[in-house]
């Protein structure tokens, strides 16, 4: 878990696998249980530019299936 200057949680952490199939299960475990009442989100670590890339795709996805879904309404 990492903690700033106050000590205090800052709500994310990091954790290696040597084995990747070990990191894929905990993946697929752990991602959207909760922990004290709040659901986390388990994933692999990505550079910004891989993540800002993933997440472009899939809002444009969505936001075509929505064009779709109410063309002609």
Avoid: W
Avoid at 1 to 23: L, P, Q, R
Avoid at 30 to 42: A, F, N, R, T
Avoid at 48 to 63: N, P, V
């Amino acid at each position: 878990m990492i903690t700033g200057e106050d000590n205090k949680s800052k709500g994310f952490g990091f954790v290696s696998y040597e084995d990747s199939t070990h990191a894929e299960a905990a993946c697929n475990d752990l991602d959207g249980k909760e922990i004290e009442g709040k659901p986390i989100y388990v994933g692999r670590a990505q550079k910004k530019a891989e993540r800002t890339a993933e997440l472009k795709k899939k809002f444009d996805a969505l936001k075509m299936e929505r064009m779709t879904r109410y063309q002609g309404i």
